[in-house]
């Protein structure tokens, strides 16, 4: 048994309940997603001709790149992700899908949406991650 001396636990509350809602939220699925990849999720369907209460984002790990392992990320049905037992989640009216067995390699992670003068798109900010090659298109986990 350790002693932890004057140690004081501190517990501060959320402000409101929306943010209350975000925290319980962001705590059970082990994922976030900003507000613009949301907006970039419903845009894309649009754009395809989908529906966004139809399809959303689909992320995968694959084993590819010489650091073993890649994202792959396409729009698919939402209800062929149920079916398949992949998980789903919802944000501002837009939904993303983990595939099932992806699950583990990206739990804690963001999903973003970047736009520079050079490129633009879907970016995984993972903390799971331990080594990524130099071109940044693969990574390892432990």
Do not use: W
């Not at 636990?9 to 507000?35: H, M, Q, W, Y």
């Not at 995968?60 to 790149?65: A, R, T």
């Amino acid at each position: 048994m350790s002693d932890c001396g004057d140690v004081k636990k501190v517990f501060v509350p959320a402000n409101d309940e929306a943010s209350k809602e975000a925290v319980k939220e962001r705590r059970i699925s082990g994922l976030d997603i900003t507000d613009i990849a949301a907006e970039k999720i419903k845009h894309f369907c649009n754009v395809d001709g989908k529906s966004p209460e139809e399809y959303g984002l689909k992320i995968s790990v694959v084993k590819d790149g010489c650091s073993g392992n890649s994202y792959a990320m396409d729009l698919a049905k939402i209800s062929d992700s149920e079916s398949a037992g992949d998980k789903i989640f919802s944000k501002n009216g837009a939904t993303f899908m983990v595939e099932k067995l992806s699950y583990m390699f990206v739990i804690g992670s963001v999903l973003d949406y970047t736009e520079t003068l050079l490129m633009s798109g879907f970016q995984i900010v993972n903390p799971n991650v331990k080594k990524s090659c130099s071109c940044g298109s693969s990574f390892s986990v432990n």
